[in-house]
Structure formats: C-alpha cells, structure tokens
C-alpha cells in the first residue's frame, strides 16, 4: 500500500470547487463489517476506563474528486465515527481494495503567523487522536452543509476557531494546497494559511481556551517545524514537510 498518495494539489480557492453531496460509494466486505459493532464496544469502555471522550456521529467521506481545468469537483459521501474509525481496527480491512477505503474527510493545515511562526496544538489525550502535538484541523462533520466550495473552507476555519481562537478576520491568505489519500486510508484536506495577527496575540487569546482536547498551542520558527513534522510518528507530516516546500 503506497500512502499517502496525492490526489490533487494546487492553490485552490473556494470558487475552485464544485461540491455535491451523493450516498456513500464505498464497497462493503460482510466479513469485516459484522466486527464493527464489537470493535466500537469495545473502544467505548477502553475510552471510559481512560477517561477520554468517545462519541458515534456522521462525518463525510470522499466518493470522487476530479480535476478539470483548475477547477475541482468533489462528492462527498457520509460515513458513521464507529465505521470510520473501527474499520482500521480489523487487519484484514488493509488487504482490501480502494473500493472499499473508508476515506473519511478531515482537515489539517499550516498556520504562520504575522511574525512568521508555524502553529501546532498540543494535545490533553482526552479525545481518540493518539498524537501528542499535531496540526490544526479536525474530522469534517456533517453539521456544515456541503453545497459548494465556500462550505469546505468553512468547515476548516470552524476548526481554527475551535482549537487557537482564530476567526476569518485574521486571516491575511488562505487556501487548500492539496488533497491526498493518507496512510490510514482517510482523505486529508490540506491548507495553508497565513494570519494577520501575531503569536503573542495568540498566546493571548489561547488563555480563554475551552477545547477540552486542547491543552496548549506551539509556536515554531520554519526551521524548527520542519524538524518536527520531519521527526512526527505519522506519515501525514512527513508529507506536509514536502508540501510545505512545494
């Protein structure tokens, strides 16, 4: 399996992208998905035991994409959190074909600042990401409605919002880099964004932070984030150093 594998990449804005919303086109193996119900039982009571939080939702997946003249047009399908996140669970999910990938959608980013530094989160350990520090972004959930390219960003900068306090009006650029099929099998929409605000002020803000995931934001010179996205247990960064040097 040869991932993380791109499937567009560009500097794309929300008018680059035509949107639309179909029934999920993944292919079902029965052998696998009657393991599902356990498997999510038993991540329920490990979370509990550890105190972390652990709830079933609707998240988007991604059907197709397709790339056009610089445009790009997406269809999203739906996928349940305890699908999702159990199929990866059962080995022999990884013996399948991409027919039957999961590719669930999320966001993640590059973030500088107006004095040139890259932003990272830290991580309590409460919620299932099993990093410690990672990139700003999260699952794209069905809460925003997907009807054109305006709804993609707009799902990303909730999650800025949500984890570093940053809203729209800070920010000075912004678009989506790329779109690859990451090492798990999940679809990765990758911004890069630079704000308008400071790290101080950042900092600042962060001190009225109510993310319980959150426990602290990072501030890295380029050099410095290029050393610890290279050094990441996680393919997923090893990627976004080449992408951010594109």
């Excluded at 997946?61 to 056009?68: F, G, P, T, V, Y």
């Excluded at 500088?112 to 520090?133: C, F, P, Q, W």
């Excluded at 984030?225 to 990627?239: A, C, D, G, W």
Aim: hydrophobic share 35%; net charge negative; aromatic share 10%.
């Amino acid at each position: 399996m040869d991932l993380p594998r791109i499937l567009v990449t560009g500097k794309f804005k929300p008018n680059d992208l035509e949107v639309s919303v179909s029934a999920s086109d993944r292919k079902v193996d029965p052998a696998i998905e009657v393991e599902l119900e356990s498997v999510w039982q038993a991540k329920v009571k490990k979370a509990e035991e550890n105190g972390q939080i652990c709830y079933n939702g609707i998240s988007y997946r991604l059907n197709s994409i397709q790339e056009k003249e610089g445009k790009i047009s997406i269809d999203f399908g739906t996928i349940e959190y305890k699908v999702r996140d159990g199929l990866i669970v059962i080995p022999e999910y990884f013996d399948l074909p991409e027919e039957y990938y999961r590719k669930g959608c999320f966001s993640s980013a590059s973030i500088k600042t107006s004095d040139d530094l890259y932003l990272m989160v830290e991580l309590t350990g409460r919620s299932m990401n099993l990093n410690a520090i990672d990139l700003v972004g999260g699952i794209m959930e069905t809460n925003v409605l997907m009807n054109n390219g305006n709804d993609v960003f707009r799902s990303f900068y909730n999650e800025l919002k949500e984890e570093a306090g940053i809203t729209e009006a800070d920010i000075r650029q912004s678009y989506l880099q790329t779109i690859y099929l990451e090492y798990r099998t999940n679809v990765a929409f990758y911004f890069e964004v630079v704000l308008d605000i400071s790290s101080d002020v950042l900092l600042k803000r962060f001190q009225d932070n109510k993310d319980a995931d959150i426990k602290s934001i990072r501030l890295f010179s380029r050099e410095e984030y290029l050393t610890v996205l290279n050094n990441h247990k996680s393919m997923n960064k090893h990627l976004t150093a080449k992408l951010l040097q594109i």
